[in-house]
């Protein structure tokens, strides 16, 4: 049997490029979506499309069956409403890990933000966005799971590939990184032992594209 993929927030801006970057790779992808028809409607009938919701526990066990990786890219846009950023990038990203890890899923990718650790920051006033995304890392860190935490800084739409991406750690960066430079990162964390464990922030810059995925995480620092 081919191991399962799970995308959660497969629907979004990084999530759906996330679900059709690994369609190409043929690996077998399962969706888990709040609107199965929308899910349908962007992808067709070839992943399996679970419905369920990160905000309640309870939903998500039956996706997570025979799930051997997560790559979470959820993420709340409308502050002030029940799916205000402290449900879906805290509590949601905590029930999701949790649940996960009672699944026994084996690793667990988790799309947050740059800025996370700067409270002053412009974006942290939509909703305490990033102080939120922060407690949901802390939750994924302290589940027990191997995890990479991946925070890219503002997303662009642009092409993939093209560009070099700048790897830090220490959360000190800034910058910009289109969301298919974002979505191809996540993936290739499944696949790389020096991604395990790590929390890094990533934003496009000047110079070649690196040659293969080591070269993304290569020398970063283990939690």
Same mark, same amino acid.
């Given at each position: 049997m081919s191991r399962i993929l799970l995308v959660a927030g497969a629907t979004?801006?990084?999530?759906?490029?996330i679900v059709r970057q690994l369609l190409d790779h043929g690996e077998a992808v399962r969706l888990l979506v709040r609107d199965r028809q929308r899910a349908i409607q962007m992808f067709g009938s070839a992943p399996d499309v679970r419905v369920g919701d990160t905000r309640d526990p309870k939903s998500l066990k039956a996706a997570l069956e025979n799930v051997e990786a997560i790559l979470c890219a959820?993420?709340?846009?409308?502050?002030?409403t029940d799916n205000n950023p402290e449900q879906v990038d805290s509590l949601g990203v905590s029930n999701l890990a949790e649940v996960a890890a009672?699944?026994?899923?084996?690793?667990?990718?988790?799309?947050?933000?740059?800025?996370v650790?700067?409270?002053?920051?412009?974006?942290?006033?939509?909703?305490?966005?990033?102080?939120?995304?922060?407690?949901?890392? #802390?939750?994924?860190?302290?589940?027990?799971l191997t995890y990479t935490i991946i925070r890219p800084g503002g997303l662009t739409d642009g092409p993939g590939g093209i560009k070099r991406l700048l790897i830090a750690q220490g959360d000190t960066i800034t910058g910009m990184i289109s969301r298919a430079d974002v979505a191809q990162l996540c993936i290739a964390a499944l696949h790389e032992p020096t991604a395990?464990?790590?929390t890094l922030e990533v934003v496009e810059t000047d110079g070649e594209p690196?040659?293969?995925?080591? #070269?993304?995480?290569?020398?970063?620092?283990? #939690?």
């Amino acid at each position: 049997m081919s191991r399962i993929l799970l995308v959660a927030g497969a629907t979004g801006g990084v999530g759906s490029l996330i679900v059709r970057q690994l369609l190409d790779h043929g690996e077998a992808v399962r969706l888990l979506v709040r609107d199965r028809q929308r899910a349908i409607q962007m992808f067709g009938s070839a992943p399996d499309v679970r419905v369920g919701d990160t905000r309640d526990p309870k939903s998500l066990k039956a996706a997570l069956e025979n799930v051997e990786a997560i790559l979470c890219a959820t993420g709340s846009r409308t502050p002030g409403t029940d799916n205000n950023p402290e449900q879906v990038d805290s509590l949601g990203v905590s029930n999701l890990a949790e649940v996960a890890a009672r699944a026994g899923v084996k690793q667990f990718v988790l799309v947050s933000s740059i800025a996370v650790t700067r409270p002053n920051h412009p974006l942290n006033q939509f909703g305490r966005v990033l102080d939120w995304k922060l407690k949901g890392e #802390e939750a994924l860190r302290a589940s027990g799971l191997t995890y990479t935490i991946i925070r890219p800084g503002g997303l662009t739409d642009g092409p993939g590939g093209i560009k070099r991406l700048l790897i830090a750690q220490g959360d000190t960066i800034t910058g910009m990184i289109s969301r298919a430079d974002v979505a191809q990162l996540c993936i290739a964390a499944l696949h790389e032992p020096t991604a395990r464990n790590v929390t890094l922030e990533v934003v496009e810059t000047d110079g070649e594209p690196q040659k293969n995925a080591l #070269e993304y995480f290569d020398g970063l620092n283990m #939690e």
